[in-house]
């Protein structure tokens, strides 16, 4: 039973940098969800989807990030031209989407640290 | 816009007693309610939910209590175990996503 998979596990970056994080879901789950968590904070949602449709994103989700999930299996996050304030743990997450209970799995997330 | 409050940052419970966990909610449409575990460096970890037609819900030492009318929820764990120290989020669903609260801190003491 393989999880959620997340790679880097770790990321130092210098500011301005662009950084690509990977996120491979559980097989037959057909959503998966990218988060940010920082320090003494919950996760924050940042985007979704569906298969490959990206079926929201939050504003929290500037310019600089964009995400694809291009044969609706595994999933990328990039953030361009990163700032200090994008130091945090970015999760990834997945669902079947014929589940009502809306449980997610969490991958063990990537740390981001922006010098 | 924090609609999912735990306003108590840590808690901290001899081994063997019982843990409470309380949770706060603003938004009347979230559905379900799930309680997560949180190891340092580690993803966060299901450990129980309840849907919004319920009241309580239980799964051997963890019991989930919902107070709809209060926009309430909290988590019973008992007894308490020293591999219970984590941090727990609370989190509700509206349709498709997840709302988190910021956590809490459970430190179980010998």
């Known amino acids: ?115 | 816009d924090q609609q999912v409050k735990q306003n108590s940052p840590s808690l901290s419970v001899q081994e063997g007693r019982i843990s409470i966990l309380n949770c706060d909610y603003t938004n009347s449409m979230f559905d379900y309610f799930l309680w997560y575990k949180k190891y340092p460096a580690e993803g966060p970890t299901f450990l129980i939910s309840i849907s919004s037609i319920k009241d309580k819900n239980e799964d051997g030492r963890f019991t989930v209590f919902l107070n709809k009318s209060a926009k309430h929820l909290s988590l019973h764990i008992v007894p308490s175990q020293p591999g219970d120290s984590a941090v727990y989020f609370c989190a509700a669903s509206a349709p498709y996503k997840l709302s988190f609260g910021a956590g809490t801190t459970v430190t179980v003491r010998a």
């Not at chain 1, 063990?108 to 922006?114: A, C, F, I």
């Open chain 1, 1 to 115: 039973d393989t999880g959620v998979s997340q790679d880097p596990r770790h990321k130092i970056t210098k500011r301005g940098q662009n950084v690509t994080f990977r996120c491979d879901p559980i097989s037959e789950h057909n959503r998966l969800y990218w988060y940010r968590q920082t320090l003494g904070q919950g996760p924050e949602f940042l985007t979704y989807f569906q298969n490959e449709a990206q079926l929201e994103k939050s504003r929290l989700l500037s310019d600089r990030f964009s995400a694809e999930r291009p044969k609706g299996s595994f999933s990328t996050l990039e953030i361009q031209r990163t700032e200090q304030g994008d130091s945090a743990m970015y999760l990834c997450a997945s669902r079947p989407g014929w589940e009502s209970n809306e449980k997610l799995f969490f991958g063990s997330g990537t740390q981001l640290s922006v010098l």
